[in-house]
């Protein structure tokens, strides 16, 4: 079993910056893919951003803003969040090991929440 805990949302005003964290077992670092998620309030779980290899992908709505990274010593996932915006509110969710069927771990989710 993966488990995966994430770390670092909160409250902050529209143009802040927050960096969420990801970490899990370090045997998944380095075979595995990584992506970011997020699930705003009555809406359904959305794409952010993901990264494979060095290959790095982001939903159009936060490219630019969002800087998806990961650090295979540290065994931690990231994803820097710059230039917030009150649309950004919503529960991320992290998520590793993807296959054709989706990724196979999550974790719980933090929330964040920006305020205008």
């Known amino acids: 079993q993966v488990q995966l805990v994430e770390s670092g949302g909160g409250s902050v005003q529209a143009g802040g910056s927050l960096k969420l964290s990801c970490a899990g077992p370090?045997?998944?670092?380095?075979?595995?893919?990584f992506g970011w998620y997020r699930q705003a309030p009555g809406k359904e779980r959305e794409f952010v951003s993901t990264?494979?290899?060095?290959?790095?992908r982001y939903s159009p709505s936060v490219k630019g803003r969002f800087t998806i990274s990961q650090v295979n010593a540290e065994a931690t996932l990231y994803l820097q969040m710059d230039n917030l915006k009150s649309e950004d509110t919503a529960v991320y969710y992290c998520?590793?090991?993807?296959?054709?069927?989706?990724?196979?771990?999550w974790g719980q989710g933090t929330q964040v929440t920006i305020s205008s």
């Open positions: 998520a590793a090991c993807r296959t054709s069927g989706g990724f196979q771990y």
């Open positions: 370090r045997r998944i670092f380095g075979s595995c893919g």
């Open positions: 990264i494979d290899t060095g290959d790095t």
